[in-house]
Nanobody, 120 residues
Framework: VQLQASGGGLVQAGGSLRLSCAAS????????IGWFRQVPGKEREFVAAIMKSGATYADSVKGRFTISRDSPEVTVYLQMNSLKPEDTAVYYC????????????????WGKGTQVTVSS
């Protein structure tokens, strides 16, 4: 079972990046999959999640980030537009059969992070 996050990099403020989370090793088609981010010295925080009922976003990224899902390969994308320096963090994807566990960061599966750096 593996979640592979990719797509991070360095971008100027106002720019865009698209993160990808590829899920493999089991059937994730019914799972909730989400993105979280963490800055050194701070707690990891929720960014966005997608599930059967739709998508949800942190207030800090609403209107700028869009999460989408590509089936049946189960790749989840996070399109990040109008990036701000405060978006700089390591971004992680996670998956769980229950959204409640995902939202509270008790997800069963986590990928390694990808660094996003936004310069001012």
């Amino acid at each position: 079972v593996q979640l592979q996050a990719s797509g991070g990099g360095l971008v100027q403020a106002g720019g865009s990046l698209r993160l990808s989370c590829a899920a493999s090793g089991r059937t994730f088609t019914s799972y909730a999959i989400g993105w979280f981010r963490q800055v050194p010295g701070k707690e990891r925080e929720f960014v966005a999640a997608i599930m059967k009922s739709g998508a949800t976003y942190a207030d800090s990224v609403k209107g700028r980030f869009t999460i989408s899902r590509d089936s049946p390969e189960v790749t989840v994308y996070l399109q990040m537009n109008s990036l701000k320096p405060e978006d700089t963090a390591v971004y992680y994807c996670a998956a769980d059969s229950r959204y409640s566990d995902l939202a509270t960061q008790r997800a069963d599966y986590w990928g390694k992070g990808t660094q996003v750096t936004v310069s001012s």
